[in-house]
């Protein structure tokens, strides 16, 4: 059941949306999945349907702004290297291919990274919170 919560919120940040807001529209469609006695998937049917029809939001998905951050890290490695490499005259042999590498290995790391970041459950929902549904393990949660 968690994966439809995770699709969806994966969805809504495509959107556009934030954290809370994706976090009261995932307590929403839980709580009405509860009253009507659905499943949650019946009641969103396709995630990408059911966010396309919610309103645009403004904020920046944090997977993006992780990608973000690393590609600049990744041009300042290059972009620093070759800076050393013609600029101050340090030899190619000690400069090599290990920026061109790192900045790769950044770059892959940085798309795994976003892809997590945005395929996560917000913090602050939990599935069944509102309704009682939590486990012993999960009750001493805030």
Do not use: C, N
Not at 11 to 27: A, F, M, Y
Not at 67 to 85: C, D, H, L, Q, Y
Not at 93 to 110: D, E, F, K, Q, S
Request: no cysteine; aromatic share 6%; proline share 6%.
């Amino acid at each position: 059941m968690a994966d439809i919560y995770r699709d969806l919120a994966r969805e809504l940040r495509g959107q556009r949306l934030g954290e809370s807001e994706i976090v009261d529209v995932l307590t929403r469609v839980s709580a009405l999945a509860h009253e009507r006695g659905e499943g949650v998937g019946d009641i969103v049917g396709d995630p990408a349907s059911f966010a396309k029809a919610t309103p645009r939001g403004r904020a920046t998905p944090p997977g993006v702004r992780f990608i973000s951050v690393i590609t600049v890290v990744a041009a300042v490695i290059v972009v620093g290297a070759s800076i050393a490499r013609y600029l101050v005259g340090v030899s190619p042999h000690l400069v090599g291919t290990w920026p061109w590498a790192v900045a790769l290995g950044l770059l892959v790391v940085g798309l795994v990274g976003g892809f997590t970041l945005d395929s996560r459950l917000p913090r602050g929902f939990v599935p069944g919170r509102d309704r009682g549904e939590l486990d012993e393990s999960t009750k001493a949660l805030p």
